[in-house]
Nanobody, 131 residues
Framework: DVQLQASGGGLVQSGGSLRLSCAAS????????IGWFRQAPGKEREGVSC????????YYADSVKGRFTISSDDAKKTVILQMNNVKPEDTAVYYC????????????????????????WGKGTQVTVSS
């Protein structure tokens, strides 16, 4: 079974940094794209960023470009989301998700298709940014 475990959430002040990790198991890492999504209270889940493990190509939502960086550690089957210069509007539950169809993850992150087009989901980790 594909399993995704997100960790690293917490409380951080505006302008600070936070590092989220997504540990994947039960999959061939190079065959999947893994993305980060978030859901704020009362809002729809939205894409944040994703990485295609096969070629390390990365994609970002406009709202986080220049502030967040996604990377992967293939040996550890882990995807990292480095969040810098965080803002109160980044407050949300962050989820990692994976799909062997890279286009599904990319288009979901970019908002072209719905987030639930991505097949596998982990439980979320709460990020709270105080002003």
């Amino acid at each position: 079974d594909v399993q995704l475990q997100a960790s690293g959430g917490g409380l951080v002040q505006s302008g600070g940094s936070l590092r989220l990790s997504c540990a994947a198991s039960g999959l061939t890492f190079d065959d999947y794209a893994i993305g980060w999504f978030r859901q704020a209270p009362g809002k729809e889940r939205e894409g944040v960023s994703c990485i295609a493990s096969s070629d390390s190509s990365t994609y970002y939502a406009d709202s986080v470009k220049g502030r967040f960086t996604i990377s992967s550690d293939d040996a550890k089957k882990t995807v990292i989301l480095q969040m810098n210069n965080v803002k109160p509007e980044d407050t949300a539950v962050y989820y990692c998700a994976a799909d062997p169809h890279i286009g599904q993850v990319v288009n979901s992150v970019l908002g072209v298709i719905a987030w639930d087009a991505v097949r596998y989901w982990g439980k979320g980790t709460q990020v709270t940014v105080s002003s």
